[in-house]
């Protein structure tokens, strides 16, 4: 393998995939007596690092020239704080109907709700919008304050966590986007939003480092 350092279980399922790929991720689950949302993270880091590929309605193969093309050590120590994006933010005192038009201003997946003190009070995505939006007409007197997802359900990233970390948090969480945090020293377990991290990020920083490798 690459320099990579597998998990026991991760080394199990490569080699699952080694001997019956292609495989389906039920199929992996099923011969290790595991359920196959306890393996997505593990599947989503093997695919990330280039041991595994992925196919739609196929299942998942060995990538035989990953040893030879790709070591990803160096992205494994990869921080979030280099990788950040600036976040789109909207105040908790404004509209549904504002943070649609922002949304699609911007052309996000999430927005991150700030209170009073610019402190992170709520997430809210496309699904919340579309929710908020399907029979409701009033959306300009709809605070997002009443449909976005509050403190202390919200996932979230410091900037010192690596973009593995984040990717697993991604994957498990089935979310497309962490804001990236900064606990504030004055005010207990309240953070200041100063980025985010996405799925689009980390697969682009991946490609970057795939692509370099096999030149």
Same mark, same amino acid.
């Given at each position: 393998?690459?320099?990579?350092?597998?998990?026991?279980?991760?080394?199990?399922? /490569?080699?699952?995939?080694?001997?019956?790929? &292609?495989? %389906?991720?039920?199929?992996?689950?099923?011969?290790?007596?595991? %359920? !196959?949302?306890?393996?997505?993270?593990?599947?989503?880091?093997?695919?990330?690092?280039?041991?595994?590929?992925? !196919?739609?309605?196929?299942?998942?193969?060995?990538?035989?020239?990953?040893?030879?093309?790709?070591?990803?050590?160096?992205?494994?120590?990869?921080?979030?704080?280099?990788? #950040?994006?600036? &976040? @789109? /933010?909207?105040?908790? $005192?404004? $509209?549904?109907?504002?943070?649609i038009v922002q949304m699609f201003l911007e052309?996000?997946?999430?927005?991150?709700?700030?209170?009073?003190?610019?402190?992170?009070?709520?997430?809210? $995505?496309? #699904?919340?919008?579309?929710?908020?939006?399907?029979?409701?007409?009033?959306?300009? =007197?709809? &605070?997002?304050? *009443?449909?976005? %997802?509050?403190?202390?359900? @919200?996932?979230?990233?410091? &900037?010192?966590?690596?973009?593995?970390?984040?990717?697993?948090?991604?994957?498990?969480? !089935? @979310? =497309?986007?962490?804001? *990236?945090?900064?606990?504030?020293?004055?005010?207990?377990?309240?953070?200041?939003?100063?980025?985010?991290?996405?799925?689009? %990020?980390?697969? #682009? /920083?991946?490609?970057? @480092?795939?692509?370099?490798?096999?030149?």
């Amino acid at each position: 393998m690459s320099s990579i350092k597998l998990t026991k279980r991760q080394e199990e399922i /490569v080699q699952i995939v080694k001997e019956d790929g &292609p495989i %389906t991720g039920e199929q992996i689950a099923e011969k290790l007596k595991l %359920t !196959r949302a306890t393996l997505r993270p593990d599947l989503a880091i093997l695919t990330m690092a280039g041991s595994l590929e992925a !196919r739609p309605r196929v299942g998942y193969f060995f990538n035989k020239d990953s040893e030879r093309l790709f070591e990803p050590t160096e992205f494994l120590n990869l921080k979030v704080n280099d990788y #950040k994006g600036h &976040p @789109i /933010v909207v105040q908790k $005192s404004s $509209s549904v109907y504002d943070a649609i038009v922002q949304m699609f201003l911007e052309d996000v997946g999430t927005l991150y709700v700030v209170d009073s003190e610019s402190c992170l009070a709520g997430v809210i $995505s496309r #699904k919340d919008l579309l929710r908020a939006a399907i029979g409701n007409k009033n959306l300009e =007197d709809l &605070p997002v304050s *009443v449909i976005m %997802t509050r403190m202390p359900n @919200i996932i979230k990233v410091n &900037p010192e966590e690596t973009l593995v970390q984040a990717a697993k948090k991604l994957v498990t969480n !089935r @979310i =497309d986007s962490l804001p *990236v945090v900064r606990e504030l020293k004055h005010k207990p377990n309240s953070y200041e939003v100063i980025g985010r991290i996405t799925k689009t %990020t980390i697969t #682009k /920083v991946y490609l970057e @480092i795939a692509e370099q490798k096999s030149v």
